[in-house]
């Protein structure tokens, strides 16, 4: 039976090899989970009633007729501000569901959020910060700038107390919007 010589030596070359092995897998694996992305989406607009075609408008009798007036734009059903939970956790910027053409959505207007693997985006009856019982609208599409999330399938306003944007990977709250009904 052969002796190792040096143990340290050999412990030493074993310590090199995983910290070159690590250097691939930190620069292809981990840090892109970490990058930040940038969307800028314009909100949704409300849809327009269609214009009747002069064909089935009839004859001019040159009177005015009176119009209903077209729609400015979304309805914004409730809103709040993104807040930060420590260092790590935070996001900046509003958030607010509104409603445009008969579609909801939750609308991300110029945010910051703190970069994190698997970001998901919840609706949730709790206002603190917790997933409490949510509805799940799918990934986070960026973590800088103005998008739209649509909230698609039954979600009950009325019962919405926050936006929450979960981590997955490590089962933790990025930062959430306590949410407060626009008035009017």
Partial sequence: MTRIRNPRLLLAAVAVVVVLAAIPVTAFVIIPQFAQSTLHEPAPVAASPPLPSPALAGPSTGTAT?????????????????RRIDTVHYGTG???????????????????????????VYLSDRRDGATGN???????????????????????????????????????????????????
């Fill in 66 to 82: 009176s119009t209903t007036p077209l729609p400015t734009g979304p309805r914004e059903l409730a809103s709040g501000q993104l």
């Fill in 94 to 120: 509003k958030v607010s569901v509104i409603e445009a053409a008969g579609t909801r959505y939750v609308r991300f207007e110029d945010v910051e959020i703190a970069a994190a693997p698997n970001l998901y």
């Fill in 134 to 184: 949510y509805v799940d609208l799918g990934p986070l599409k960026a973590t800088r700038g103005s998008f739209n999330q649509e909230i698609t399938g039954p979600a009950d306003l009325s019962k919405t107390g926050s936006v929450v944007l979960w981590c997955r990977a490590f089962n933790v709250t990025v930062t959430y919007a306590a949410l407060e009904t626009t008035q009017g």
